[in-house]
């Protein structure tokens, strides 16, 4: 009874998002004369809108087809957009992120969904300027904020960001919290301090060449002391302003009995600048000047580095305080006032439409609705919920209105306690340097008795030289190699590893991948993509595939169902006279025609036929049939779809010889269809959340080193039980905070490249520690029978670190995963 | 030889010039954003500040 009209097989991609196009549609676009299949309305009204605001260059300077669908279709934005739009445009939501300048100009950072590449960054900035009434627009690749000035007489905010979805990115606005302040003071201050340390160790070693050169060719005393007193100088600010955080965390640790890397880092700075003070004041000895800074400069690049990769997921907190939404309508004496959300307070009555979001945890008092609850638990299908219900702040109401009284606000909400969870997080000191760290209990410990032995030795044989001679042991066991030795590595593969899609937020991660033993997976949203996609379309009789897109589309576009947005980027049309039957479908007006889309007989009762499941062209999936009021016009199928590039994952994993199982709390017949296609063969299906935690807790205690991959609130426990827990980009926020880190793009082929990384990472991390220890070995006894001169001090140092550095630096690369026949 | 005596201390001078106006470029935040501007160089946007009868005939835009 159905045909495909169009089968074609073509495999054409989107020319602007770089998807499929979808066999039987054809939306184009002229792009300079040329015209370019595009593989929905929403695409084409964004790719249209580019080209005609002249930024066509766009293509040619983006990398990838990286750039995402575009959530929106048509010229026109829908209605509730426009309306929660208009809303950033009242004063009083305004004032939390807008700053008013001189002459009607206003300023606001927004924070930019959808950045991927430069490129993005280019036409923003050139679409926003063009706008009229924008005055400024710099928008940062890094942070992905954009700072927009504009004359409120001339434009609106509400416009400014409309122009922004009109391109096919989201903007949002930008508020930062004390924390974030903060970290942002620390950044600089540590950036200031690294400058200081560089700028400060260049002009030191140009004196210390003199020097050196002095010492082999002889140089005049009043020139030798002149460059002492200068090196002296410029080191004391190196010293003071730069090396300052190695002395206060040395003493730190001191009070807690506890001894650092900082330790012996601060003994040997600290005492080799003292020693050289000393002898530059009194005409003595030798200077170590060159050694101080370019020490300190070593380290601190080290730890500037390490900072940045921790500061990384504070972006994560502030997209999540994004979700709580700026305004709320309030009930007061009758009236519905727009108030900010955070002048709500507890018993407050608001008022929250279909399409908006709950500003703050409370109780419904009047209204059914189903709310969407994706935000907390990942669970794509929205739940039912009545009178006396608990709603949480950030979900979604999605049918009709609710009444709802607010039980709490601020702080004290859910969202805010998940927030608080990822501070903590935060807070956590990342266990980078732990290993280095109690190797330097050691380490320090020996090197102490080391020198004590040897002074003591020297005041018998040579009670003039001996102090001289015990300070060059210091300054040549001098930790720098072996400090470095660990900390970047794990920072050069952290880095490479971010780059291409994973976001490592603990430390251990890169040990423990390379040691894993089973990789276990979780279904919905790991393995598949977690959210309904229209898998097949099926014409019935002549009808063309578009056109019932487009109708289909069109009588969705009014739903919040997750169904709906699988029509969505299709609608150019929409329908007037919208009815819903909950649970069953929609009917709907368009034009003169009446149509319905739903359950088979919800939908052909229109067409007085009788139509079920069993009609439908197959029993896989969810078919939805559209009908109009003569005749039945098309299956849809819509099916949670398998994620790209699991397939080549999975036969790359195996062939690492790692384990791969799956563990799912789903029961249904999609569980062994999943598993049959991906061919694995351990299952374990219908578990709860303990369940799943006492399975890794049992493989664990067998000995098994278990990587877990999930993204629902449901993974939360295991996710925080397994010994390395990696979350989806798109997992629930609670999920994303309790994993060690974080598969940002979703790609789920990234985790073969960082179990490669992290094998050849342990295998670096060897080779450095293997020379630093070798290094000191050697230098040690060389020094302890006085036969080292600073500037062979100083060079051993140098090159010993920069081998050090050298060698992690080969992490920059990914390891090459072999192609799969 | 004793030009050293004013050389070594004007290069310090240089170095606190240096190091104060790395210290403005940081704090008016220069260096925010690393990543963007190393891009920006390379698009070629400046189609209307060249002479008409300088521009070379274009090639359609396509991707890559």
């Known amino acids: ?821 | 030889m004793e030009i050293l005596f004013v050389l070594i201390p004007i290069a310090i001078i240089l170095l606190g010039f240096a190091i104060w106006a790395f210290f403005w470029s940081v704090n008016t935040g220069q260096y925010d954003d690393l990543d963007s501007p190393a891009h920006s160089i390379l698009f070629d946007d400046d189609d209307d500040l060249i002479p008409d009868d300088a521009k070379q005939e274009k090639v359609t835009t396509t991707r890559d």
Not at chain 1, 243 to 248: K, M, S, V
Not at chain 1, 538 to 543: D, E, N, R
Not at chain 1, 548 to 574: C, D, M, N
């Open chain 1, 1 to 821: 009874m159905s045909s495909n009209l169009n089968s074609q097989h073509r495999l054409e991609r989107c020319f602007h998002c770089g998807q499929d196009v979808p066999n039987g549609t054809h939306f184009v676009a002229n792009i300079k004369g040329t015209a370019q299949s595009m593989c929905c309305p929403g695409c084409k009204a964004v790719a249209e809108t580019i080209i005609s605001s002249g930024l066509e260059h766009y293509y040619k300077y983006r990398q990838g087809d990286s750039a995402i669908v575009p959530e929106l279709s048509g010229t026109e934005l829908p209605s509730t957009v426009q309306d929660e739009l208009k809303l950033y445009d009242n004063p009083s939501i305004q004032q939390a992120f807008v700053v008013t300048l001189e002459d009607n100009s206003k300023e606001a950072t927004l924070v930019i969904e959808g950045i991927t590449c430069a490129a993005c960054v280019w036409l923003l900035e050139h679409h926003l300027v063009k706008q009229t009434g924008v005055d400024q627009a710099s928008v940062n690749l890094t942070n992905h904020r954009a700072r927009i000035r504009w004359n409120d007489n001339k434009t609106s905010l509400s416009s400014i960001m409309a122009a922004i979805y009109h391109i096919g990115y989201q903007g949002h606005p930008y508020h930062p919290d004390k924390e974030e302040q903060l970290l942002t003071l620390e950044k600089k201050r540590a950036f200031r301090r690294l400058g200081v340390a560089g700028l400060g160790m260049m002009q030191v070693m140009m004196m210390s060449i003199a020097l050196y050169a002095g010492a082999l060719q002889g140089i005049e005393d009043k020139f030798e002391t002149f460059i002492r007193w200068t090196s002296l100088i410029i080191a004391t600010p190196v010293l003071l302003y730069s090396a300052r955080p190695f002395f206060t965390a040395a003493i730190r640790d001191i009070k807690s009995r506890h001894l650092s890397m900082d330790v012996p880092v601060s003994i040997a700075v600290g005492s080799a600048y003292l020693a050289s003070a000393w002898a530059t004041i009194t005409q003595s000895g030798e200077v170590y000047f060159d050694s101080v800074t370019m020490f300190t400069f070593f380290l601190l690049i080290g730890r500037y580095l390490e900072m940045q990769a921790r500061h990384r997921t504070g972006r994560a907190g502030n997209a999540l305080l994004n979700l709580i939404p700026a305004s709320a309508i309030k009930i007061k004496d009758a009236q519905e006032v727009l108030i900010p959300a955070t002048e709500l307070a507890i018993n407050d009555i608001v008022l929250v439409k279909p399409g908006h979001t709950i500003p703050a945890d409370g109780i419904i008092i009047t209204g059914y609705s189903s709310v969407d609850e994706s935000a907390l638990t990942g669970e794509y299908r929205p739940i039912n919920k009545t009178v006396d219900d608990l709603v949480v702040g950030g979900t979604i109401n999605v049918e009709s209105p609710l009444r709802l009284k607010i039980t709490e606000v601020g702080a004290d909400t859910k969202l805010s306690a998940i927030v608080r969870l990822l501070d903590r997080a935060q807070e956590e000191k990342p266990a980078v340097a732990k290993i280095a760290d109690s190797v330097a209990s050691y380490f320090v410990a020996a090197v102490l008795i080391t020198a004590t032995v040897v002074s003591v030795t020297w005041w018998q044989i040579d009670p003039g030289n001996a102090f001289w001679i015990t300070l060059s042991v210091l300054v040549v066991t001098c930790p720098c190699a072996l400090s470095l030795a660990t900390p970047t590595a794990l920072t050069a593969a952290t880095g490479t590893l971010r780059q291409h899609g994973l976001l490592i937020t603990r430390g251990h991660v890169l040990e423990s991948l390379a040691t894993a033993t089973h990789i276990i997976f979780d279904k919905t949203g790991t393995l598949t993509e977690g959210n309904l996609s229209l898998n097949d379309t099926q014409a019935c009789g002549s009808h063309d595939i578009q056109s019932v897109l487009e109708i289909a589309a069109a009588l969705e576009a009014h739903s919040e169902h997750p169904i709906a947005k699988a029509f969505r980027k299709y609608q150019v049309r929409t329908a007037e006279t919208m009815h819903s039957e909950l649970g069953q479908g929609l009917e709907g007006t368009i034009g003169t025609d009446v149509y319905r889309i739903g359950k088979p007989q919800f939908a052909s009762a229109l067409c007085q036929q009788h139509l079920t499941h069993d009609n439908a062209p197959n029993l896989d999936g969810q078919w939805l049939l559209l009908c109009s009021t003569k005749e039945p016009l098309a299956w849809f199928c819509l099916n949670d779809q398998i994620r790209k590039g699991t397939h080549q994952t999975l036969s790359i994993l195996r062939r690492l010889g790692l384990e791969i199982q799956m563990l799912t709390g789903d029961n249904s017949g999609a569980v062994q269809e999943v598993a049959r296609e991906l061919s694995i063969d351990k299952v374990i299906a219908n578990t709860s959340p303990e369940d799943k935690l006492a399975y890794i807790q049992q493989l664990q205690n067998q000995g098994a080193k278990v990587v877990m991959i999930g993204d629902g609130i449901n993974d939360i426990p295991v996710l925080a039980g397994a010994q390395t827990s990696i979350a989806m980009g798109s997992a629930t926020d609670l999920a994303k905070t309790n994993a060690d880190a974080v598969l940002i793009s979703s790609d789920i082929i990234r985790l073969t490249d960082s179990i490669l990384l992290s094998r050849k990472t342990q295998s670096i991390i060897q080779q450095n520690l293997t020379w630093a220890l070798l290094y000191n070995l050697i230098a040690l006894p060389l020094a302890a029978m006085g036969f080292i001169a600073p500037y062979m001090a100083a060079i051993g140092m140098s090159v010993s670190s920069l081998i050090v550095v050298g060698n992690a630096l080969r992490l920059t690369k990914l390891v090459r995963r072999n192609p799969v026949k």
